[in-house]
T-cell receptor, first 115, second 111 residues
Framework: NAGVTQTPKFQVLKTGQSMTLQCAQD?????MSWYRQDPGMGLRLIHY???????DQGEVPNGYNVSRSTTEDFPLRLLSAAPSQTSVYFC??????????????FGEGSRLTVL | QQQVKQSPQSLIVQKGGIPIINCAYE??????FPWYQQFPGKGPALLIA?????SEKKEGRFTISFNKSAKQFSLHIMDSQPGDSATYFC??????????FGSGTQLTVLP
């Protein structure tokens, strides 16, 4: 079982460059989300989706863009990378809403460094 | 916006000890409080969760204690093992039923 697959696992960008972090899940989950993990900050929600064609902002959405054209895929786009976006990014999916008891299944993360 | 305060930031115990991690949350309209466990280089995974119609839930060596009036809940690990060394995150529901996570506790269990 693949679960939640994130690519790339590591990426180095220069300030101002753009890139897309890919996320795919094979569990037919309606709910998908992106988090960033920084030391001492825990996991902070960037964007989330409750189904194909529906996305919404989380706690820290600035500088990021998402779309959800299929149930399986939820890419995260960095529009113009900044050093403050250096972080580990996690994609997660769940069968139901997280806060209503939906277990989150996380990918293994994408470590991004912005120089 | 939901705030979740988690403590301590790091914790070192001897094998067999009982580490305790505490979390406090603000108002929430939804009752579901999970703990996630993360090993180095991996994504977090659900460890145990509680709905506070009960004050305590046990799964193996892991126990959640919940105090709804104080808006606090804690994770206890009985007979801790070196394999329990990981980062632990608590979470509470926020707006739109999305989870807000605590800042994490790095647990080290010495052999």
């Amino acid at each position: 079982n693949a679960g939640v697959t994130q690519t790339p696992k590591f990426q180095v960008l220069k300030t101002g460059q753009s890139m897309t972090l890919q996320c795919a899940q094979d569990m037919n989950h309606e709910y998908m989300s992106w988090y960033r993990q920084d030391p001492g900050m825990g996991l902070r929600l960037i964007h989330y989706s409750v189904g194909a064609g529906i996305t919404d902002q989380g706690e820290v959405p600035n500088g990021y863009n998402v779309s959800r054209s299929t149930t399986e895929d939820f890419p995260l786009r960095l529009l113009s990378a900044a050093p403050s976006q250096t972080s580990v990014y996690f994609c997660a999916s769940s069968y139901s809403r997280q806060g209503a008891g939906g277990e989150l299944f996380f990918g293994e993360g994408s470590r991004l460094t912005v120089l | 916006q939901q705030q979740v305060k988690q403590s301590p930031q790091s914790l070192i115990v001897q094998k067999g000890g009982i580490p305790i991690i505490n979390c406090a949350y603000e108002n929430t309209a939804f009752d579901y409080f999970p703990w996630y466990q993360q090993f180095p280089g991996k994504g977090p995974a659900l460890l145990i969760a509680i709905r506070p119609d009960v004050s305590e839930k046990k799964e193996g060596r892991f126990t959640i204690s919940f105090n709804k009036s104080a808006k606090q809940f804690s994770l206890h690990i009985m007979d801790s093992q070196p394999g329990d060394s990981a980062t632990y995150f608590c979470a509470a529901p926020g707006s739109a039923r999305q989870l807000t996570f605590g800042s994490g506790t790095q647990l080290t269990v010495l052999p």
